[in-house]
Every structure is written in C-alpha cells, then in structure tokens.
C-alpha cells in the first residue's frame, strides 16, 4: 500500500472526493496517468468502481509495459485506489517478467494471494 499526499484535497469533503472517484471509472486514460505510463503501454483488463469502508475506489487488472535499466518487461496488477481528505491511497498486488507468459502465469498462481490482501481492505460492493 502506498499513501500519497494530496494537499490539493485537504479541505475537500469526502462525499466530493468518492464523486470524483466514481468518474474516474469514465475516464479510459486514467490508468496510464496513476501507473505514470504512456497510454499505449497499458491495457486495463477490468475495471470497476467498489468502496472500501464508505470511501470510493477505483478497482481495476492492469497490464503494462514497463522499461528500467534492467530491461523491459511486463508487470500484470490488481490495483485499487481512493482518495480521503488529503491522501491518495494505493493497493497494489502483482507481478514483473521479461516474459509476457511468465507473468501471466505467475499472475494466475498469485491471484488467491492477492484477493486475501485486497479482502483485508473489506471492499464492500
């Protein structure tokens, strides 16, 4: 999990922040901005808007292509995220590979695993 300030929300209600999170779920280039990827470099393979204790998230699978000094490789993702009063909250599970077929793989035998992290945060609908 990740908690990113977000001062320009401070003073934001809740009820305001949980309405810009549903329109989220419209927006198709957003996940390529909250990976910090170029939009043709991620594909979003669900995507749907949930809450975790009253407060929105936005729930999506996520592929994307990334390259480090390491090389380039494919990081498949269960990621949520929400926003409260002055934070940006992000759980994110998943797994990197050279191989787009290892990671898939790998994804698949973790899934269970990554539905017990992401059920700890009680996402309610």
Same mark, same amino acid.
């Given at each position: 999990?990740?908690?990113?300030?977000?001062?320009? *929300?401070?003073?934001?209600?809740?009820?305001?922040?949980?309405?810009?999170?549903?329109? %989220?779920?419209?927006?198709?280039?957003? %996940?390529?901005?909250l990976?910090?990827?170029?939009?043709? /470099?991620?594909?979003? !393979?669900?995507?749907?808007?949930?809450?975790?204790?009253?407060v929105t998230? !936005?729930i =999506? *699978? #996520? /592929?994307?292509?990334?390259?480090?000094?390491a =090389?380039?490789?494919?990081?498949?993702q269960d990621i @949520?995220?929400?926003?409260?009063p002055g $934070?940006? %909250? #992000?759980v994110n599970?998943?797994?990197?590979?050279a191989?787009?077929?290892q990671? $898939?793989?790998?994804?698949? /035998? !973790?899934k269970?695993?990554?539905n017990?992290v992401?059920?700890s945060? @009680?996402?309610?609908?």
């Amino acid at each position: 999990m990740t908690v990113i300030v977000h001062s320009d *929300t401070s003073t934001t209600s809740q009820q305001l922040l949980n309405g810009d999170v549903s329109n %989220w779920f419209l927006d198709k280039k957003l %996940w390529s901005k909250l990976l910090g990827d170029d939009a043709n /470099e991620v594909d979003v !393979l669900s995507s749907r808007v949930g809450a975790i204790y009253g407060v929105t998230a !936005l729930i =999506g *699978t #996520v /592929e994307a292509r990334l390259e480090n000094l390491a =090389g380039k490789f494919l990081r498949r993702q269960d990621i @949520a995220v929400a926003l409260t009063p002055g $934070r940006m %909250w #992000v759980v994110n599970c998943g797994v990197s590979s050279a191989d787009d077929q290892q990671a $898939r793989l790998r994804y698949t /035998e !973790l899934k269970s695993d990554f539905n017990t992290v992401f059920a700890s945060f @009680a996402f309610l609908r």
